[in-house]
């Protein structure tokens, strides 16, 4: 990222990947995480065009807009098939029926959980990042990053140099890319149009040592995603709460991470994940981490 004040890394991000989903929070209640965020001293929002079919862009758009003390990074390359689109009329109703059955909501949770279709190509990079734009009524995006691409993808060049060319008319600060293995790390780490790489940093894994001290050497942030270790890992510590704040520092002192995303939709576990990286300190009493739902 360039040293400049719309660029500097954020020590904590909020990551919105359930802002505006049928499973996540929508309308009064995603406008209070969001707030509650910029409260507790989050300055990084992390989401992509397809998370919450758009909607997630949008929220971040009517509460974050075109501050300049906070940086957006959102993501493209990854669209909605017809079989989903066709759903997004309808997802309030969805969303109802989802907190009423919970056969429905793990119906949901299936759907969700299917790979995404994904393209490439100049034009379609280059039109998604125009729509990010006007949902998220930014005049840039801080940074903008390729959403899990594969290796091949990188190394044809095509995606990067249509981030490079929006970079160059002033559309993107950052170019970057999300990545969901070593090897697709390393790859991004070999073009130097790369200026930041999301990283799924689960606990107790060193796969990633060699990407972060390249990524270190080189000058790219390193942006990590997923350091909890989902539901299944909370539900096994004693002490959730101890254990979530013992992981966000650890991340959070490590010089080769520029900043660590915390996915969450309860407001109690961002203030934990607030304190743990010495932001501003909550004013309500200390809570367990609670449960994603």
């Given at each position: 990222m360039r040293d400049d004040s719309r660029t500097q890394p954020a020590p904590l991000g909020l990551g919105c990947s359930r802002l505006g989903s049928v499973n996540g929070v929508a309308g009064p209640?995603?406008?209070?995480?969001?707030?509650?965020?910029?409260?507790?001293?989050?300055?990084?929002?992390?989401?992509?065009?397809?998370?919450?079919?758009?909607?997630?862009?949008?929220?971040?758009?009517?509460?974050?807009?075109?501050?300049s003390d906070c940086l957006v990074c959102t993501k493209g390359g990854k669209y909605l098939p017809f079989s989903k689109r066709i759903l997004v009329p309808v997802k309030g109703l969805i969303r109802l029926v989802a907190r009423r059955s919970n056969a429905a909501r793990n119906g949901v949770s299936s759907l969700r959980s299917q790979p995404l279709p994904?393209?490439?190509?100049?034009?379609?990079?280059?039109?998604?990042?125009?729509?990010?734009?006007?949902?998220?009524?930014?005049?840039?995006?801080?940074?903008?990053?390729?959403h899990s691409?594969?290796?091949?993808?990188?190394?044809?060049?095509?995606?990067?140099?249509?981030?490079?060319?929006?970079?160059?008319?002033?559309?993107?600060?950052?170019?970057?890319v999300?990545?969901?293995?070593?090897?697709?790390?390393?790859?991004?780490?070999?073009?130097?149009?790369?200026?930041?790489?999301?990283?799924?940093?689960h606990p107790g894994a060193h796969d990633y040592d060699q990407v972060l001290a390249q990524a270190f050497q080189q000058g790219v942030k390193v942006i990590a995603r997923e350091v909890l270790g989902g539901q299944s890992a909370m539900a096994v510590a004693q002490n959730p709460s101890a254990y979530a704040t013992a992981r966000i520092q650890e991340l959070h002192d490590d010089p080769r991470i520029a900043t660590v995303l915390v996915g969450t939709t309860k407001i109690s576990n961002m203030k934990v994940a607030a304190r743990a990286a010495g932001l501003i300190a909550?004013?309500?009493?200390?809570?367990?981490?609670?449960a994603e739902s």
């Open positions: 209640d995603a406008t209070r995480l969001l707030a509650a965020a910029l409260d507790e001293g989050y300055r990084l929002f992390d989401t992509s065009n397809v998370y919450g079919q758009g909607d997630s862009e949008r929220l971040i758009g009517n509460v974050i807009g075109n501050r994904t393209r490439w190509d100049t034009g379609f990079i280059s039109a998604a990042i125009d729509g990010s734009l006007r949902r998220l009524r930014r005049d840039a995006i801080d940074v903008y990053l390729l691409p594969q290796e091949s993808t990188l190394r044809d060049g095509e995606a990067i140099q249509a981030l490079r060319n929006a970079q160059q008319a002033g559309k993107i600060r950052i170019v970057g999300s990545v969901d293995d070593v090897g697709t790390a390393m790859a991004a780490l070999a073009d130097p149009r790369i200026g930041a790489l999301q990283l799924p940093l909550s004013t309500l009493p200390d809570r367990n981490v609670e």
